[in-house]
Nanobody
Framework: QVQLVESGGGLVQAGDSLRLSCAAS????????MGWFRQAPGKEREFVAG????????YYADSVKGRFTISRDNAKNTMYLQMNSLKPEDTAVYYC??????????????????WGQGTQVTVSS
């Protein structure tokens, strides 16, 4: 069992930055690939970024590539999402998730077995 808690969301203006954190507790954090997903009102949950168990491989959705950076610190059982140049279309609830799948970085929500409760990110124009 892995418990995940997101933090760092908030209300910002277009062009601003935010850093989300995902703190994990329970079973061995470093055993899991980790991902960030988001869900905007009226839309399906979508993959944002993912990172493999060691942090050596990352993968991004085209919509955030070059603006967002995913990272992890296995010693601190924490994953991060640095979000720069935020746009109003980035507004959503952001979720972190853990996947036991290896190798690589899964991008499908069905590959993730543990989920956090989400943190709201709102970007005003």
């Amino acid at each position: 069992q892995v418990q995940l808690v997101e933090s760092g969301g908030g209300l910002v203006q277009a062009g601003d930055s935010l850093r989300l954190s995902c703190a994990a507790s329970g079973r061995t954090f470093s055993s899991y690939a980790m991902g960030w997903f988001r869900q905007a009102p009226g839309k399906e949950r979508e993959f944002v970024a993912g990172i493999n168990w060691s942090g050596s491989i990352t993968y991004y959705a085209d919509s955030v590539k070059g603006r967002f950076t995913i990272s992890r610190d296995n010693a601190k059982n924490t994953m991060y999402l640095q979000m720069n140049s935020l746009k109003p279309e980035d507004t959503a609830v952001y979720y972190c998730a853990a996947s036991p799948k290896r190798p690589g970085v899964p991008a499908s929500a069905t590959d993730y077995v543990y989920w956090g409760q989400g943190t709201q990110v709102t970007v005003s124009s």
